[in-house]
C-alpha cells in the first residue's frame, strides 16, 4: 500500500449566515495516498467544493471549522497559520476550479497570470535573478503547450476572454500543474464545456496527472466521469461520506442506498433509469437530522437510524458504508 499523502479526518464545516449556522460537513473522513486517483461524488450541494476548500484553505469568511483535522505529508494544515498554508499550496497541491472565467482575471494576459503563478511557488524561488523573466515565459510556453494548446506564444499574449471555454480550461490546467508536485484537485473541471471537449480536458487531466506520478481529487456529479477517471470512489450525501470503495466495486456492487438509488436513475440508452429519481428531498442543513442524513428517503432504514449516527463499516477489503444494514 502506497503510504498516505492527504488525510481529512471527521471534519467539521458549518456556514454562518443570516438565519444561523448551517450544518455543511458532518465528519468527513477521506483519504489519499500517494499515486492515487480518487473520485469524490454526489449531488449538487453536497459539500464536495466546501471540502476541497477546506484543504486548500481557502474557504470563504463565513466559514466555520468546528472540528477536524486535515494532514498532508504528515503535516496537520489546520494549525499550519496563513503563510504555512501558503506555503503547502505552492510546493505541493494546486486546484483546477469549476468555472475558468471566474478562475482567471479578466485585465491581465495569460503570460502575465502564469508568470505570477511560477513567480511566487516553489519554481520560480530558485530561479537567478538575471534571466529571470526570459526563463519563466520559457516556463509559460511550456506548460501550455503540455496542456496541446496550439500556438502558446501567441496564446501568452492574449487575454482571457479572447480565448473559448476548453482553451481558457486548459489554461487553468497549465496554471495548476506548474507549481503542483504531489496533488491536483480539479473540482467538477469540465462545467460548462462541450461534451466533445469535456473528454479532451479530462483525458489531458489523467494523462498529466500519471506522467508527472501525482495523485489526483477528481470532484464531479458525474459518475461516468468519476469511473473513467478514479481508482478510488466517495460517495458523498448531504454533508457525510456514505460509502468508499474501489470504483469497480462501487458500480459492481453499490451497498448504500443513496449509492443504489444514484446508479439507477442513471439513464441507460435503452431507457431504462428515466424517471428513477430518489424521492424526497435533500435535508435542511440548519436542521438536519439526528441520525442518517439519508434516513428521511431510504427505503431501507432502520428504527435507530432516526436518532443515530451510522459510522464508516468496512464490509470488504476498502469497502466501507456508513449504513447499519452492514454493520
Not at 97 to 106: I, S, V, W
Amino acid at each position: 500500500m502506497a503510504e498516505v499523502l492527504l488525510n481529512i479526518d471527521d471534519l467539521h464545516i458549518g456556514y454562518r449566515v443570516y438565519k444561523g449556522t448551517l450544518k455543511v460537513l458532518d465528519g468527513i473522513r477521506l483519504v489519499v495516498h500517494t499515486g492515487e486517483k480518487v473520485g469524490v461524488v454526489g449531488e449538487t450541494g453536497c459539500g464536495k467544493t466546501t471540502t476541497m476548500r477546506a484543504v486548500m484553505g481557502i474557504l470563504p469568511r463565513q466559514a466555520i471549522i468546528k472540528g477536524g483535522r486535515i494532514t498532508f505529508k504528515g503535516k496537520d494544515i489546520m494549525v499550519c497559520g496563513p503563510q504555512g498554508i501558503r506555503t503547502v499550496r505552492t510546493e505541493g497541491m494546486s486546484m483546477i476550479f469549476q468555472d475558468p472565467t471566474a478562475a482567471l482575471n479578466p485585465v491581465f494576459t495569460v503570460g502575465e497570470q502564469l508568470a505570477d503563478v511560477i513567480k511566487y511557488s516553489h519554481v520560480g524561488r530558485g530561479l537567478e535573478r538575471r534571466g529571470a523573466q526570459q526563463a519563466i515565459t520559457a516556463m509559460s510556453i511550456e506548460a501550455l503547450k503540455q496542456t496541446a494548446l496550439p500556438d502558446p506564444q501567441r496564446i501568452i499574449t492574449n487575454y482571457p476572454f479572447q480565448l473559448s471555454g476548453g482553451m481558457r480550461q486548459r489554461v487553468c490546467i497549465a496554471m495548476a500543474l506548474v507549481t503542483a508536485r504531489d496533488l491536483l484537485i480539479a473540482d467538477e473541471p469540465t462545467t460548462n464545456l462541450d461534451v466533445t471537449i469535456q473528454d479532451q480536458v479530462l483525458r489531458l487531466i489523467k494523462q498529466l496527472v500519471e506522467e508527472k506520478s501525482m495523485s489526483l481529487i477528481l470532484v464531479t456529479h458525474s459518475l461516468g466521469v468519476a469511473r473513467m477517471m478514479s481508482d478510488r470512489i466517495y460517495v458523498m450525501y448531504a454533508g457525510n461520506i456514505v460509502e468508499a470503495a474501489p470504483t469497480e466495486k462501487v458500480f459492481g456492487n453499490p451497498l448504500h442506498p443513496y449509492t443504489q438509488g444514484l446508479l439507477r436513475s442513471v439513464p441507460k440508452l435503452t431507457g431504462e433509469g428515466i424517471g428513477f429519481g430518489i424521492p424526497g428531498r435533500i435535508p435542511d442543513y440548519f436542521n438536519p437530522p439526528a441520525g442518517c442524513r439519508f434516513y428521511p428517503r431510504c427505503d431501507f432504514r432502520l428504527p435507530e437510524c432516526e436518532n443515530e449516527k451510522p459510522e464508516l463499516y468496512e464490509t470488504d477489503e476498502g469497502h466501507y458504508v456508513a449504513c447499519f444494514i452492514h454493520r
